[in-house]
């Protein structure tokens, strides 16, 4: 357990849950980028038992698309499975073992990773047209936003 989810767990038990950033905070840092920039991101999923298992799957173009977060907005949630659930809006199964894979993209984000982004609508536009078919293009305006989401 590294400092930071040793500190967590130890405030967590002293006082409960207490979120690192406020709601306006959160906003803030989903429009600069931020969280895309953060050098240590966290990926949390159940644990898959098979051996070849992998982080997730790699498209033929390369690219190796996981949701995730910067460990530094999981910090706070320790290491339990049920605040980092609810902080990512994945959903908990107490009958399932989960796992938190924390990725080191290095000091240079230029090197390794640079292409990570808080997925709101207008930023999940950029990318969609860059690797969707062109087939698709003029479908993203009509999926991309929050009333198709309903």
């Known amino acids: 357990m590294c400092r930071e989810t040793k500190n ?64 530094d907005m999981l910090e706070n949630a320790d290491s339990d499975p049920q605040i980092i659930s609810d902080l990512l809006a994945t959903g908990y199964a107490s009958e399932k073992e989960y796992v938190l894979h924390v990725v080191d993209r290095g000091e240079n984000l230029g090197d390794f990773g640079e292409n990570t982004f808080v997925p709101t609508w207008d930023k999940l536009a950029e990318p969609a047209k860059k690797h969707l078919d062109p087939k698709y293009y003029d479908a993203t305006s009509d999926v991309l936003n929050s009333d198709f989401q309903k």
């Open 8 to 71: 967590a767990r130890e405030n967590i038990i002293k006082n409960g849950y207490s979120a690192k950033y406020s709601d306006n905070t959160l906003a803030s840092k989903a429009q600069d980028g931020s969280v895309g920039k953060s050098r240590f991101l966290g990926n949390f999923q159940p644990i898959n038992n098979n051996p070849n298992a992998k982080l997730a799957f790699q498209k033929p173009n390369g690219l190796v698309a996981i949701w995730a977060t910067s460990f």
